[in-house]
């Protein structure tokens, strides 16, 4: 009789990652990239001798471009590191190996080393600060009259409070402390994991940097592309 073989334990669970990106970039990339298209395909069907090749040039260059600064910016995060996914590299950053995250007029990654990494994917909007220090402002001021909750109350401004908090990102306000910009909640929510996982012994490593291949090789095959022809007779 054969006795069973011991079984090793099953490896951890690997958490998965939380994706920030920024939708506007995402819209605004994807109009873009519509109307680059459209006159670029435009110029080769109708267009007639070296226009085409000039056309055929530009759509090289532009297109991976535009494409890395609107629709490729993203920030992953999961238990054991932060990856940044910027226009022309990918930044792999252990919680370990980060020092602080930074929020002024853009939201960087300083590493340990001193090195900083800028976040694209998470812009940062001095007009959405301004409306959710109004919003915090707002909030306040009920908590101290009393009067927020009570439907169809006026405001010290003559503006009824349901319009001041119906459907805002605020409306719980009470509940969890002042009201945050979009961007600068994401970047409060990166530094408690920073916090929580720093000391992880899964959440240690090296930074690792790759430049984005994919994107500067076409971009520089256009670009030369592109000036020859503007180069020749």
Same mark, same amino acid.
């Given at each position: 009789m054969t006795t069973p073989e011991p079984q090793s334990p099953s490896p951890d669970p690997v958490s998965k990652d939380r994706v920030y990106r920024s939708h506007m970039g995402i819209?605004?990339?994807?109009?873009?990239?519509?109307?680059?298209?459209?006159?670029?395909?435009?110029?080769?069907?109708?267009?007639?001798?070296?226009?085409?090749?000039?056309?055929?040039?530009?759509?090289?260059?532009?297109?991976?471009?535009?494409?890395?600064?609107?629709l490729r910016p993203a920030v992953y995060a999961n238990e054991d590191r932060l990856r940044i996914r910027n226009p022309l590299r990918v930044i792999v950053l252990p919680w370990g190996q980060i020092a602080s995250l930074r929020?002024?007029?853009?939201?960087?990654?300083?590493?340990?080393?001193?090195?900083?990494?800028?976040l694209w994917a998470l812009p940062v909007s001095l007009r959405a600060r301004k409306k959710a220090a109004r919003r915090?402002? $707002?909030?306040?001021? @009920? &908590?101290?009259t009393g009067t927020r909750g009570e439907r169809g109350g006026r405001g010290r401004e003559g503006l009824s409070v349901d319009r001041l908090e119906f459907g805002a990102p605020g409306a719980d306000t009470d509940a969890h402390g002042p009201v945050r910009a979009e961007t600068d909640q994401v970047m409060d929510d990166? $530094?408690?994991?920073? @916090? &929580?996982?720093?000391?992880?012994?899964?959440?240690?490593?090296e930074v690792t940097v790759r430049w984005a291949y994919e994107v500067v090789g076409p971009a520089i095959a256009g670009a030369v592309l592109l000036l020859i022809l503007l180069t020749m007779p």
């Open positions: 819209v605004g990339g994807v109009l873009l990239l519509a109307v680059v298209l459209w006159l670029g395909i435009d110029a080769l069907v109708r267009g007639e001798g070296r226009t085409q090749w000039l056309a055929l040039a530009a759509l090289i260059l532009i297109v991976p471009l535009v494409s890395a600064f609107t929020s002024g007029y853009s939201n960087e990654v300083v590493a340990k080393s001193g090195t900083k990494f800028q915090s402002s $707002r909030a306040a001021v @009920e &908590r101290s990166l $530094r408690e994991l920073l @916090e &929580r996982r720093e000391n992880a012994e899964s959440a240690q490593g």
